[in-house]
C-alpha cells in the first residue's frame, strides 16, 4: 500500500444521484436512521452532514495552505458572532442548492420545511455580532488566512414572544438537538485561571492558588463563495477543571460537588443580551477574559509550532479587537509573553502594538466599557498589576511630551479616578493599537474628535476609518432569489464576488422592460413577507401597500418612537379626511429590546398598541397598517428585508456608528428615509442624493441644539399634529384600559427629549409626503430603487475585509492550491 498522503480523501461529487446517496448514507451512518424511521430533525442532520461533507475537503486545504506558505493569519476577537443559519448559506457556496433540494425530493423529504427547522445561530446582540459573521463570509471569499475567535454559548440571543402586547423573553437553547455543523476539538483545552492571588519572586510575580476553568474548542467551517477556500470559527465552551469537587464530594456532599463544576461551566452559559450597559457584571468580565485567554494561548501554541520564538511574531500574527470586548487580551499577551516566555517589558509591549489593532463601533457614552478597579484585581490581580504598569509607563511618555498640561494626565489615563476607579478599556485598546478605526466616515470623523481626541495629539497616525460592509451572499444571493436572478439575466453571475458589477444596473434604470421585472421580483418578496406577518395572529396585510420598515433593536437613539408620532399623526390625517387620495401603508416593525431597558421595552408596547388601535378602525378602510413581527433574528430578516419598499434609518444624528441594516435594505431595492448620520451619508452619495429622502438635523445641528439648551416643547406648542398626537398619546387613546400608561413616554418627549425627536418631526413628516408622492409614481419609484442597487457595490463586505487586510492586518490571500489528484470514490 502507498503511503496516505496529506489530501487523500474523496474528492465530492455533486450530482443529485450523488446527493441522494450522500443524504442516505449519512442519514444511517452518521444519524443512525433510515427512510422508514426518519424524523423532520433526521432529515436536516443527514443534510448537514452530507453538505459538511463537502467542504471539508477544501477546509483543510486551506488550513494547510496556511501552514504550508507560513502566511501572516488574522485572528478575529469577537464576543459576538451573529451567524444565523449555517446550511443555506453553505449550499449556496457549494453551489448545490438547488441540486440537493431534488435529492431531497427523490428522497421523500420536504426540502423547505427541513431547512426552515434549522434554528439561529444567535451568538449576538446585533450590529456588532452581524459584522462580525459577514467579515468571516468575507474573508472566505478572500482567502484570507486566519480565523475568527469567540464564545460557543449555550443560550444565544433570548427569543422574543409578544404577550399582550409586551415584551417576555425565552431562553435560545439552540444547542437543543446537537450542532451537526461543528466539531469539538477536545485536544485543542486550555486551562483559563481567575483570581488568585500574586507572589513576587525574583522581580515577577507568581500567580497562584487561582480557579481554573478549562476551555475547549468548538470548530465550525465558514465557506467563502464558490469555496475558494474555507475560514474557520473557534468558540470556546467551558469546562470545569477537576471534574467534580472531590472533598465535597469525599465528604458525601455530591450535590455541592456539581454545583461547584456547573459554577465554572456557567462562563460560557449565555450571551448578555444587552448592547449598551453590562460594565460591572463579573460572569461577563469573566467571560470576557475565558475567550481571550484562550485565544491567545492558541495563537502563540501555533505560532511557536512553526517558529523558534517570538521575533517573527509581528510578522505572522494580526489580533483584531472587535470593539473593547476582547480588551483584556492586551494584559494577557503581556503576561504570556513575560511569565510565561520570559520576554522583557520592552519586546513584550512592542509586540502588542504592533500586533493589535481594534475598531470602535459606539461612541455613546453609556456603552464604552469600563470595569472597577476593585472587580479587576480581585477577578484577575495579575493583569490588574499589568494595567497600572502600563499605565505608568504611558503616562511618563505623556508627561514628557506636555509636561503643562496636567488636566491631560486625567483626562487620558487608563484608569478614571472619578468616585469608584475604573479602567477604560477603550484606552487601553487604542494605546495597544498600532492602528484604531470607526465604521463609517462620519463616525471615524467624530471618534477623533470627540472620545480619542487625546489619544490623536500622541498618535494621529494610528487613527483610520474602515465603513462597514455587508455580504452580497446572505444578503442577496440567498435572501432575494427572483432579484438575485433577474440580476443574472442582466449582468452575469459575478456580483456575487465584484459587487461593483451592479453599477451596470444603472444603464437599465429606465429601461421599462426591467422596471417591469424589477417591480415584480418586490411583489413576489412582498408577498412572501406578507405570508409570514399573515402567521402572526390577527393581522392580514395588503402586499400592494407601501411596506415601510424599521427592523433593529430597540433604542431610544434609533428613535423607533419618532416613527411610531408619523403613524399616529398619518392616523389623525386619515380620519380627517378619509376619502383623500392616501397611499395605503404598512408599517412593519421587528426587533428586541434588551431585558433591563425599560423605555426600550415599553416603546414595543406602545408599537403593538397603536397597531391595535389602527388596525381595528374600521374608519380608515385600511389605508393604514401597523405590524410587530416578534423575535427579531437573521432568518427573519432574510425574509423582510427583501420586501421592504422603505427602510428607516432615523437615527439623531452622530448616534449610530454606521448601520449595517441600512445597507441591507438598498442592497435589495428599497429607498431610504434617512437621517444624515452613519453610513446613511455614504450611501446618499453612491446611490445619488435624489435617490434618498434625507431629513432632519445634522451632527452639528443636533449639538448646537444641545448647547442652548433644547427646549422641546417649543416644537411641540409650535405644531398642531406634533401636539396632537402627543395630546393623544397622553390621554391614553391608545390604551384606554390604563390611560396613563404612556405618561413617561410623553414626559421623557416633552421634559427631555434627549434625542431630539420633536426637533425632527415636522422635516420626517414632510419627508414621508414626498415618499408618498413618489410611491404614486411607480416607475419613477422603481428607477430610483434600480438606482439604489446599482450603487451599492462598495458596501460589499469584501471591500471592507480588503482595506483592513491591506491596510491594517498586513495580511495577503492564500496562493491558490496545487490541483489534486482527481480522486476515485464519491463521498
Ligand atoms: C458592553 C455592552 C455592549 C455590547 C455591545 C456595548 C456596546 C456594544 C456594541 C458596540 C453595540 C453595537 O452593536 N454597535 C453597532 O455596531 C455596528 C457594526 O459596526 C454598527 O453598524 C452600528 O451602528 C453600531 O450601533
Known amino acids: 500500500m502507498p503511503p496516505v498522503t496529506a489530501f487523500e480523501y474523496d474528492k465530492p461529487i455533486n450530482s443529485v444521484e450523488a446527493l441522494r446517496r450522500s443524504i442516505l448514507n449519512r442519514l444511517v451512518y452518521a444519524v443512525g436512521k433510515d427512510v422508514r424511521s426518519a424524523t423532520q430533525r433526521d432529515w436536516l442532520f443527514a443534510v448537514f452532514h452530507a453538505v459538511r461533507d463537502r467542504i471539508m475537503g477544501c477546509w483543510r ?124 476539538r477536545p485536544e485543542f483545552s486550555y486551562t483559563v485561571r481567575f483570581g488568585g492571588r500574586l507572589v513576587p519572586q525574583d522581580g515577577h510575580s507568581l500567580w497562584l492558588d487561582t480557579q481554573d476553568v478549562i476551555a475547549t474548542a468548538y470548530d465550525s467551517g465558514v465557506p467563502g463563495h464558490q469555496m475558494r477556500s474555507v475560514a474557520t470559527m473557534r468558540l470556546w465552551s467551558a469546562r470545569a477543571s477537576g471534574g467534580v469537587n472531590l472533598d465535597a464530594f469525599n465528604r458525601g456532599d455530591y450535590i455541592q460537588a456539581v454545583e461547584d463544576k456547573n459554577h465554572s461551566e456557567n462562563v460560557s452559559r449565555v450571551l448578555y443580551p444587552d448592547d449598551r450597559t453590562e460594565h460591572g457584571r463579573e460572569l461577563r468580565l469573566r467571560q470576557e477574559y475565558f475567550f481571550v485567554s484562550a485565544s491567545l494561548q492558541d495563537i502563540l501554541r501555533r505560532h511557536l509550532k ?32 513575560l511569565d510565561e516566555h520570559q520576554l522583557g517589558w520592552e519586546a513584550a509591549w512592542s509586540l502588542c502594538t504592533c500586533v493589535f489593532s481594534y475598531t470602535n463601533h459606539t461612541l455613546m457614552e453609556e456603552a464604552l466599557e469600563t470595569w472597577p478597579v476593585e472587580l479587576l484585581s480581585r477577578v484577575l490581580p495579575r493583569h490588574m498589576g499589568l494595567i497600572y504598569e502600563i499605565n505608568a509607563r504611558f503616562l511618563a511618555e505623556v508627561h514628557a511630551r506636555f509636561p503643562a498640561d496636567h488636566a491631560l494626565l486625567r483626562r487620558i489615563s487608563l484608569i478614571e479616578e472619578r468616585g469608584v476607579r475604573r479602567v477604560r478599556m477603550a484606552h487601553l485598546s487604542v494605546l495597544a493599537s498600532h492602528k484604531v478605526n470607526g465604521v463609517s466616515a462620519l463616525h471615524s470623523q467624530l471618534m477623533v474628535e470627540t472620545i480619542f481626541s487625546d489619544f490623536v495629539q500622541m498618535y494621529p497616525e494610528r487613527f483610520c476609518n474602515k465603513t462597514n460592509g455587508i455580504t452580497p451572499r446572505r444578503w442577496l444571493a440567498l435572501a432575494n432569489a427572483p432579484l438575485s436572478a433577474l440580476i443574472d439575466s442582466r449582468i452575469g453571475p459575478d456580483w456575487r464576488s465584484e459587487l461593483d458589477q451592479l453599477a451596470r444596473l444603472r444603464d437599465l434604470a429606465d429601461d421599462t422592460e426591467f422596471q417591469n421585472a424589477f417591480g415584480l421580483a418586490k411583489q413576489q418578496n412582498k408577498r412572501r413577507l406578507a405570508d409570514l406577518i399573515a402567521r402572526c395572529p390577527g393581522v392580514s396585510v395588503d402586499p400592494l401597500s407601501l411596506f415601510d420598515v424599521q427592523v433593529k433593536r430597540m433604542h431610544e437613539y434609533k428613535r423607533q418612537l419618532l416613527n411610531v408620532l408619523h403613524i399616529i399623526t398619518r392616523y389623525h390625517r386619515i380620519l380627517a379626511q378619509p376619502h383623500a387620495d392616501w397611499v395605503p401603508r404598512t408599517v412593519i416593525f421587528a426587533g428586541k429590546a434588551a431585558s433591563a431597558y425599560h423605555m426600550a421595552k415599553l416603546i414595543i408596547r406602545l408599537i403593538n398598541d397603536v397597531a391595535r388601535v389602527v388596525n381595528s378602525d374600521q374608519r380608515i378602510g385600511g389605508q393604514l397598517r401597523v405590524v410587530f413581527i416578534p423575535n427579531y433574528r437573521v432568518s427573519l430578516a432574510e425574509i423582510i428585508i427583501p420586501g421592504a419598499n422603505l427602510s428607516e434609518q432615523i437615527s439623531t444624528a452622530g448616534t449610530e456608528a454606521s448601520g449595517t441594516g441600512n445597507m ?34 445634522r451632527t452639528e445641528q443636533v449639538a448646537e441644539l444641545r448647547g442652548y439648551g433644547y427646549q422641546p416643547r417649543s416644537y411641540y406648542e409650535g405644531n398642531f399634529d406634533l401636539k396632537c398626537a402627543i395630546d393623544r398619546l397622553s390621554e391614553g387613546a391608545f390604551s384606554p384600559e390604563e390611560p396613563e400608561r404612556y405618561r413617561e413616554v410623553v414626559n421623557t418627549l416633552l421634559e427631555s427629549d434627549y434625542y431630539q425627536l420633536l426637533a425632527d418631526y415636522a422635516d420626517y413628516v414632510a419627508c414621508q409626503e414626498k415618499v408618498d408622492d413618489l410611491y404614486r409614481r411607480p416607475a419613477a419609484w422603481t428607477r430610483s430603487a434600480i438606482l439604489n442597487v446599482a450603487g451599492m457595490g462598495v458596501f460589499s463586505s469584501d471591500r471592507t475585509i480588503g482595506e483592513y487586510a491591506s491596510e491594517i492586518w498586513g495580511v495577503q490571500p492564500l496562493k491558490p492550491a496545487v490541483p489534486q489528484a482527481p480522486s476515485l470514490l464519491p463521498v
Open 664 to 697: 441591507k435594505f438598498a442592497l435589495n431595492g428599497a429607498l431610504t428615509i434617512g437621517t444624515w448620520d452613519g453610513a446613511n451619508i455614504e450611501i446618499a452619495d453612491n446611490v445619488g442624493r435624489d435617490n434618498i429622502f434625507v431629513f432632519g438635523n
Open 306 to 337: 512553526s517558529h523558534s520564538g517570538f521575533e517573527q511574531l509581528a510578522d505572522k500574527v494580526a489580533i483584531h479587537l472587535n470593539d473593547t470586548h476582547p480588551a483584556l487580551a492586551v494584559p494577557e499577551l503581556m503576561r504570556l509573553l
Open 61 to 184: 486545504e486551506s488550513l494547510a495552505q496556511a501552514e504550508d506558505q507560513d502566511a501572516k493569519r488574522v485572528y478575529y476577537l469577537s464576543m459576538e458572532f451573529l451567524t444565523g443559519r449555517a446550511l443555506t448559506n453553505a449550499l449556496l457556496a457549494a453551489d448545490i442548492y438547488e441540486p440537493v433540494k431534488q435529492a431531497c425530493a427523490l428522497l421523500g423529504a420536504d426540502f423547505d420545511a427541513l431547512i426552515d427547522l434549522e434554528p439561529d445561530a444567535g451568538l449576538g446582540n446585533g450590529g456588532l455580532g452581524r459584522l462580525a459573521a459577514c467579515f468571516l463570509d468575507s474573508m472566505a471569499t478572500l482567502g484570507l488566512p486566519g480565523m475568527g475567535y469567540g464564545i460557543r454559548y449555550e443560550y444565544g440571543m433570548f427569543a422574543q414572544r409578544i404577550e399582550q402586547g409586551q415584551q417576555v423573553e425565552e431562553p435560545d437553547y439552540w444547542l437543543v438537538n446537537g450542532h451537526p455543523w461543528e466539531f469539538m
